[in-house]
């Protein structure tokens, strides 16, 4: 691995094309950039922004890091139509999966720590679970092969939408109310069990999940994530459903979903997969479960700790919840992380995510 490579220049952030009669997205310095000279990849990148989104709607954030530091960042859109405050690279999102990388992680450091065990059954950390839920181990949890359903079909039962107010205690609630596991074995994709392991941080610790994970995570490595699943604030955008409709979270779940931050930000933090990170270690290959779909573009994929690990050897994963899309993806040596932080459901933020990638990781010169 080559860990000598001169890094580039943060480029032309925003896009010179737009409108005049248009709101102009202004950006504020991004927090840790290169100071290396240019490259010529910025010059396709923020022609690729200015083709795929309007700056009167909607829109999306980007950044691309290489060894933990922002090289090119960009954002076009509106982060908010009714004050009609455009989007920047400093607006925050609600990454809401993006955050399962962060619970795992911290599960496998009080692994290393001996303050637990993945084989330890949940059951030992929650009180209150049916039989069916106890014996489940942590290792199942953090793979999605415990097949507990998601908290949100019991919740739904009774009667919660999206809007109305409901507390983490509430969602483990509704997985104590499991009557019985979804059929069949194997990789099953579920909610309930990151929000299983924030509760056990929480009894291991004795430190509330958020707070642990700010003391021992985002604040050491120097990182402006904020978990709080309700939070509003004037630097978060608003997201916008199919119909442009503002969504509004009321739901204070955390472990799966809760974490507020920029794409600059995770750009910095994909540097702990490449090897030397000092939050990543190996252990977080070890029980990887095929998540993939034979015949599909998912075939080969296996399931890490909190991130998909891609036949190629990249990393992916991507977040949803209400209008908020995201997606972070690592190059398959390490060296180069990608994210994309959309405020509407409909933006193209797959489109936005392969474009970069070809400029970024397939096209990359031989020679810097």
Request: charged letters at 15%; one cysteine or more.
């Amino acid at each position: 691995m080559t860990r000598g490579w001169p890094l580039i220049a943060v480029g032309a952030l925003l896009l010179a094309g737009c409108s005049a009669a248009a709101p102009q997205p202004s950006l504020t310095p991004i927090a840790v950039v290169s100071s290396a000279p240019p490259d010529e990849r910025i010059a396709p990148s923020d022609a690729l922004m200015a083709t795929m989104f309007d700056p009167t709607l909607p829109g999306c954030s980007a950044a691309v890091g290489v060894h933990g530091e922002v090289i090119w960042a960009s954002a076009l859109g509106m982060a908010d139509l009714a004050s009609g405050t455009a989007l920047t690279t400093a607006t925050r999102f609600d990454i809401a999966s993006l955050t399962k990388q962060f619970t795992a992680t911290a599960i496998l450091m009080l692994q290393r720590q001996g303050a637990l065990s993945l084989s330890d059954t949940i059951g030992n950390y929650v009180p209150g679970l049916p039989s069916t839920v106890r014996s489940i181990t942590l290792d199942a949890l953090m793979h999605h092969t415990s097949h507990i359903p998601d908290y949100w079909i019991k919740l739904g039962e009774w009667g919660y939408g999206f809007t109305t107010p409901a507390t983490q205690a509430d969602a483990v609630r509704a997985i104590a109310a499991v009557s019985r596991l979804d059929k069949g074995t194997g990789y099953l994709y579920s909610n309930s069990n990151y929000i299983l392991l924030a509760e056990v941080i929480t009894a291991v610790t004795g430190v509330p999940y958020a707070q642990y994970l700010t003391d021992t995570i985002f604040t050491p490595l120097g990182l402006d994530i904020e978990i709080d699943p309700v939070l509003q604030a004037p630097d978060i955008a608003v997201g916008y459903d199919d119909n442009t409709v503002p969504t509004r979270n009321a739901w204070a779940f955390y472990g799966a979903f809760g974490t507020f931050t920029t794409p600059t930000q995770l750009a910095r933090w994909g540097d702990q997969y490449r090897d030397g990170g000092a939050f990543i270690a190996n252990d977080f290959v070890i029980g990887a479960v095929d998540s993939g779909k034979p015949g599909e573009a998912t075939e080969g994929r296996l399931y890490a700790a909190g991130m998909n690990i891609n036949p190629d050897g990249s990393l992916r994963h991507d977040g949803r919840l209400g209008g908020f899309i995201s997606t972070i993806k690592i190059s398959p040596d390490r060296e180069t992380t990608v994210v994309v932080m959309c405020n509407a459901h409909l933006a193209d933020r797959s489109g936005l995510v392969d474009g970069l990638w070809k400029i970024w990781v397939d096209d990359e010169p031989s020679a810097h």
